[in-house]
């Protein structure tokens, strides 16, 4: 199995109380410890999200593809993906063209996870409207098509419904697929994340490398089964696209540590601003996770996940820019004992 770091950037309330002038140092400094961890750390990742959640508020949120560089910056052997980039809040001939860039400044380390957006209130808030599901999916087809033409061939023209370009050009395209060897399909690995049964996975079918859809046991295996599917109807391998997933870690020594990480859950999104019914709903639903509990429970979980073909887990501690404990734990006692031997 391989795994991936989420990095804070304050979308899930994860940098309240760490004053503005500290965020990048408390981000780059993860960054660089997950950095010098890369037998055990494959990735690191952020989100692409402009307000937070479980509630929009006026506590930060760090835009995903600025950090992308700066991240970049400070590394040198991770990966570096976003789970996942919003078709429709750039320009997809622009997107394309920024992630190149990234991808040569970072020497070829450069993930594109894409997803058609689901986070309305934002949508609005930064004037794109909000789409019917049908038209975003549309939109996120469309764009990746503009990305791998881009991509592989240098230059795209596409006069779709959401978007059209004519002869635009990617120059110089990617390390990745050029330079370096990278993906068959794109170039730059492409993760196309959701689980919607009739359009995202058909549109992972034909043109992901990676997808990221639910990884709870049933919900993974049902997605499996209807991504599998599309990929019989479009003659594609299914066994050709990995299959992962996200991970929200509470993890503890014992039953009474994990109970006591649950708690500075609740405590944290209170003093975020959050209701204490808020924040007592959202531990309670947290509390049911699959990567919550003892390293073995997790183990255990995660093992029965690999089996049925979930091969990349990316995790998630909410109190990382705090207290590394957990990751500590993680890598400690879980990574070791499901990391693909050799790699």
Same mark, same amino acid.
């Given at each position: 199995?391989?795994?991936?770091?989420?990095?804070?950037?304050?979308?899930?309330?994860?940098?309240?109380?760490?004053?503005?002038?500290?965020?990048?140092?408390?981000?780059?400094?993860?960054?660089?410890?997950?950095?010098?961890?890369?037998? +055990?750390?494959?990735?690191?990742?952020?989100?692409?999200?402009?307000?937070?959640?479980?509630?929009?508020?006026?506590?930060?949120?760090?835009?995903?593809?600025?950090?992308?560089?700066?991240?970049?910056?400070?590394?040198?052997?991770?990966?570096?993906?976003?789970?996942?980039?919003?078709?429709?809040?750039?320009?997809?001939? /622009?997107?394309?063209?920024?992630?190149?860039?990234?991808?040569?400044?970072?020497?070829?380390?450069?993930?594109?996870?894409?997803?058609?957006?689901?986070?309305?209130? +934002?949508?609005?808030? /930064?004037?794109?409207?909000?789409?019917?599901?049908?038209?975003?999916?549309?939109?996120?087809?469309?764009?990746?098509?503009? $990305?791998?033409?881009?991509?592989?061939?240098?230059?795209?023209? &596409?006069?779709?419904?959401?978007?059209?370009?004519?002869?635009?050009?990617?120059?110089?395209?990617?390390?990745?697929?050029?330079? $370096?060897?990278?993906?068959?399909?794109?170039?730059?690995?492409?993760?196309?994340?959701?689980?919607? +049964?009739?359009?995202?996975?058909?549109?992972?079918?034909?043109?992901?490398?990676?997808?990221?859809? @639910?990884?709870?046991?049933?919900?993974?295996?049902?997605?499996?089964?209807? &991504?599998?599917?599309?990929?019989?109807?479009?003659?594609? @391998? $299914?066994?050709?696209?990995?299959?992962?997933?996200?991970?929200?870690?509470?993890?503890?020594?014992?039953?009474? +540590?994990?109970?006591?990480?649950?708690?500075?859950?609740?405590?944290?999104?209170?003093?975020?601003?959050?209701?204490?019914?808020?924040?007592?709903?959202?531990?309670?639903?947290?509390?049911?996770?699959?990567?919550?509990?003892?390293?073995?429970?997790?183990?255990?979980?995660?093992?029965?996940?690999?089996?049925?073909?979930?091969?990349?887990?990316?995790?998630? *501690?909410?109190?990382?820019?705090?207290?590394?404990?957990?990751?500590? &734990? *993680?890598?400690?006692?879980?990574?070791?004992?499901?990391?693909?031997?050799?790699?």
């Amino acid at each position: 199995m391989r795994f991936g770091l989420f990095i804070p950037q304050g979308w899930r309330m994860d940098l309240v109380g760490i004053e503005p002038d500290m965020h990048w140092g408390v981000m780059a400094g993860l960054a660089r410890r997950t950095d010098e961890l890369a037998r +055990e750390w494959e990735s690191i990742w952020v989100y692409d999200h402009f307000h937070t959640v479980p509630e929009p508020s006026g506590e930060a949120t760090h835009e995903a593809w600025t950090l992308m560089a700066a991240l970049g910056a400070v590394t040198n052997k991770v990966r570096l993906g976003q789970m996942c980039t919003c078709m429709s809040y750039r320009n997809p001939a /622009y997107l394309a063209k920024v992630a190149a860039t990234v991808d040569i400044v970072t020497e070829g380390r450069i993930e594109m996870g894409i997803g058609a957006g689901w986070y309305e209130h +934002e949508w609005r808030a /930064y004037g794109y409207g909000f789409p019917r599901a049908g038209e975003r999916l549309a939109m996120l087809e469309e764009g990746v098509q503009i $990305f791998r033409d881009m991509w592989t061939k240098g230059s795209a023209t &596409l006069d779709g419904k959401h978007y059209q370009v004519d002869g635009a050009i990617c120059a110089p395209r990617p390390l990745q697929g050029t330079t $370096f060897p990278g993906s068959p399909l794109n170039g730059i690995p492409m993760w196309i994340a959701g689980g919607g +049964e009739k359009k995202t996975l058909r549109i992972a079918a034909q043109y992901a490398d990676y997808t990221n859809f @639910d990884g709870s046991p049933e919900g993974f295996a049902h997605k499996s089964e209807v &991504l599998k599917g599309h990929c019989e109807d479009l003659g594609r @391998d $299914f066994g050709s696209i990995v299959r992962s997933a996200n991970y929200n870690v509470v993890i503890g020594e014992n039953e009474k +540590e994990v109970q006591d990480r649950l708690a500075w859950h609740k405590d944290h999104f209170i003093r975020a601003g959050l209701s204490e019914a808020r924040a007592e709903e959202h531990v309670a639903n947290l509390a049911t996770q699959p990567a919550v509990g003892t390293p073995d429970q997790i183990v255990e979980t995660l093992r029965g996940l690999e089996a049925q073909g979930m091969t990349y887990a990316i995790t998630y *501690f909410q109190e990382a820019a705090y207290d590394t404990s957990g990751i500590d &734990l *993680f890598e400690n006692y879980v990574i070791p004992e499901l990391i693909t031997k050799g790699d």
